[in-house]
């Protein structure tokens, strides 16, 4: 008997492929998936963290499809990278150091990443930032449960633990792939050494005074509010803003010399105009830079306000009906348009990404509204989620990617979502489109009727008011069920794996943070 020829495909070393995670989708071999992978794709590495202790890895695959009527379309396929219990308690924040650069092929193609627990504990892991190739004749099944297949990536390994801080961890950011800040509980902004490690310098951030809190027998040790909330990074690498529990302000910090810069107090109608009211614990929950380092916004429980350069209110964000803000990112629009600034996207408690321009209109009719407070409020663009797509579960937390490799489909951008109830859920928006919606609600504002007076003389209640009928700006690509309650969600989009490397030693990397050198470490202690 003859010898059956063997297909030529099958010899050839392609990306791993992915699946497309669909409760109704067809059932295909592990080899059949990794052909899905085709030119002109793009994989994107997810990882979420969750109230469950589990660190779950996944690979989204991005790939052009043909419609029935002949028009493009975007198709995504989920596949599973790693899934484990990394803490002993739930998991608060993560962090990826940046990708290597371009004009630099001598930085190494692995990735560090941070995840931050309620256990004390940063746990620290190698990724590898590109997608790894394999022979499919030798690839073997891994065994799974689900319909989802596993593709491990061989080059994702544990570092180990850092254990510098002595409560909780609530944030942490790498401002390049050398340094490693982390803030926690106990009130101190860690700046570690990725080389070796070392905690370079630790900045105190001071311990509120107990307002309004039980006195005597009935409060319990360290029963006042601490903790650093979030911090954010100016862009020059010399500032930085924090937030903490139990202040009614935000901190300036020279990063140069890891002192304090100025302290900006809240003022009384800054805090009602975003809806914490006398009994509101006033604290700012998140912040952020904007790309160009500009302005800045800091998120409230209810609310946002963005800050110019000058530390003044600029406007304000209050989600219509009122409800409860998770999360807060800018959508840097330079990169298509040099005169086109930052949008800013919030994620809600009732399943929604609202997307706002910070650029407020002044015009005739807005001059005739008297506002609930001085401070204008931002204009809405549109969302994704809601009632409208019946997505009702609170979002805690999205990314926002701009992937060039994808073919036809430029100034597109890839948000990525992660609810409550364990769904990943991808969108695909265009830039160009909310640049058009900007320029369009340039004059006139959808919260237009906030604050205007009724018959009686007496302004609205933003709490009464019905909500407002917001165009959907994203297209939904697909969902992933986790299974866990997610807390925290990162990404980013990995390397072509046929670009070269050039395995450097870790931390070896050129530093562009200016901040914490030794000398400063030995100055602060």
Known sequence: MGKRKRDTAEKEAIPLATHKHAAKAPQSSITDQLRLQQNGSTTIQIIVGSYDRVLHGITATISVATEKGGGPSLDVH?????????HTSAIRCLAISP?????????SHKLILASGSTDERINLYHISATAPIVDVKKTVSLPTLGNTPVTENPKNRELGSLLHHSSGI???YFPSRSKLLSAAEDNT???????????????KAPIPKAIGRPSGDTAPLGGTPAGVNDFAVHPSMKLMISVGKGEKCMRLWNLVTGKKAGVLTFEREIL??????????GEGRKVEWN???DEFVVGFERGAVVFGMDSKPKCRVMPVPMTKIHQIHYIPMKQYDVHMGDLLAVSTEDGRVIVYSTIVAHDADQEAVVPISPISTCVPLGQMGGKDTELTVRVKDFEFLAPTTVEGNSNSEIIITASSDGSIRMWSIRTSELNEKRQATNATSDHSHLGKQNTNGEQNDVKNLSEPLLPQCGTLLGTY??????TCLKAFIMLNPSTPQVVVADGKDGDVFEGMSDSDKENNT
């Open 291 to 293: 790309s160009n380092g």
């Open 189 to 203: 902004m860690a700046i570690s050494r990725t080389r070796d490690w070392t905690v370079l310098s630790a900045i």
């Open 170 to 172: 609530t944030a942490l």
């Open 99 to 107: 990708l290597p650069s371009a004009e630099d092929p001598s930085q």
């Open 272 to 281: 009602q105009g975003i809806g914490e009211g006398r009994w509101a614990s």
């Open 481 to 486: 069920e986790t299974g866990n309650r997610i």
């Open 78 to 86: 989920f596949a599973d990278t790693f899934l484990f219990s990394a």
